[in-house]
């Protein structure tokens, strides 16, 4: 990162959603999601997990593409999955965090220094983005295939810890190389990090924003405790949610109110017209609407509209009738 970059990462801290509006129930709904989805990439066998969260990981295990071990990447980036979750209609590449017993997890953190990678007119942290790089060509052609194939479905790349990093680096790729996933359209792509701790120089004003979703509202780093967090967080929005909302019966008796508001108003109008000899009135009768009187009062808009014009008729002739004017 740039001294420039750095200063202003500093500067700003946490700080800089300050200003953001409040998440709705429907838009932070994927963060929980997401993170069981990180923390299932920690299991050997998904059939018999070990280590679920209350509720489990909401995975089909037959809709898990691929499973990258350490082994698997040589160690050149963190173990991840690639789900494809049909529930959501999203594909998902879900990276694990830091594991403080791999020296090839340190390797990639400490593969940096101020300067050393420039990328689309700014800095960004050389390792990460050499084990995004990886992971890319590594997948390249099974992600491009699903991207095809599911039209509809969104692209979202999602990581924990060391991991949020390296998620960051692969949207990056990404969008500034669509070509390599057959010219994905932007907006498809998304980006889920937790904490969001990594930083870069990249100026990304219009361009990047839109694709970021980021969760840090917890007190501890481990991936667990976010999940659970962030499920308590959902429950709490859902919840309000439900208060807020009209009951359905309340509101179908209020439709109803209104309904039947709206039709004493309008035969109260036409019982006056038919008073006052307005021409073309007629007295509604109590066994419903004759054919000759339906002509022209079908439909509530049309009723709207002539009880408008007759309440204009009767204010004429109740002021012609005060003046003595015929």
């Known amino acids: 990162m740039c001294p420039l970059g750095m200063e202003t990462c500093l500067h700003s801290a946490g700080h800089?959603?300050?200003?953001?509006?409040?998440a709705t129930a429907e838009e932070f709904e994927p963060v929980p999601r997401l993170c069981r989805y990180i923390l299932a990439v920690y299991e050997d066998d998904l059939r018999h997990p070990m280590w679920e969260p209350p509720g489990g990981y909401g995975i089909n295990p037959d809709w898990v593409i691929l499973r990258k071990t350490y082994e698997d990447t040589l160690g050149r980036a963190p173990p991840y999955i690639l789900y494809l979750d049909h529930d959501h209609s999203d594909i998902v590449l879900a990276i694990r965090g830091l594991n403080l017993a791999k020296e090839s997890d340190y390797a990639v953190l400490l593969d940096n220094r101020l300067g050393k990678r420039k990328i689309d007119g700014g800095y960004v942290h050389n390792g990460l983005l050499?084990?995004?790089?990886?992971?890319?060509?590594?997948?390249?052609?099974?992600?491009?295939?699903?991207?095809?194939?599911?039209?509809?479905y969104t692209l979202t790349f999602?990581?924990?810890?060391?991991?949020?990093?390296?998620?960051?680096?692969l949207t990056l790729v990404v969008v500034l190389s669509r070509d390599k996933l057959g010219n994905i359209e932007r907006r498809r792509v998304r980006m889920g990090r937790f904490p969001p701790v990594v930083r870069t120089a990249v100026p990304v004003d219009g361009r990047f924003e839109h694709i970021v979703l980021s969760c840090n509202a917890t007190s501890d780093h481990a991936i667990i405790w976010i999940e659970r967090e962030a499920t308590r967080a959902l429950d709490l929005m859902l919840e309000k949610d439900h208060i807020m909302e009209i009951p359905v019966k309340q509101r179908m008796e209020r439709q109803e109110t209104l309904a039947r508001e709206h039709t004493e108003e309008y035969k109260a109008a036409l019982q006056r017209a038919v008073i006052l000899a307005v021409p073309h009135a007629y007295s509604p009768s109590q066994y419903g609407t004759f054919d000759e009187q339906e002509e022209g009062l079908k439909g509530h808009e049309s009723q709207y509209h002539q009880v408008g014009n007759l309440l204009l008729v009767l204010q004429g002739k109740e002021c012609r009738k005060k003046t003595g004017m015929n």
């Open 16 to 22: 800089d959603s300050e200003t953001w509006g409040l």
């Open 130 to 152: 050499k084990a995004a790089g990886w992971v890319l060509d590594a997948e390249c052609e099974i992600l491009k295939e699903l991207v095809k194939k599911y039209p509809n």
């Open 158 to 169: 999602a990581g924990h810890s060391l991991g949020s990093g390296v998620a960051t680096m």
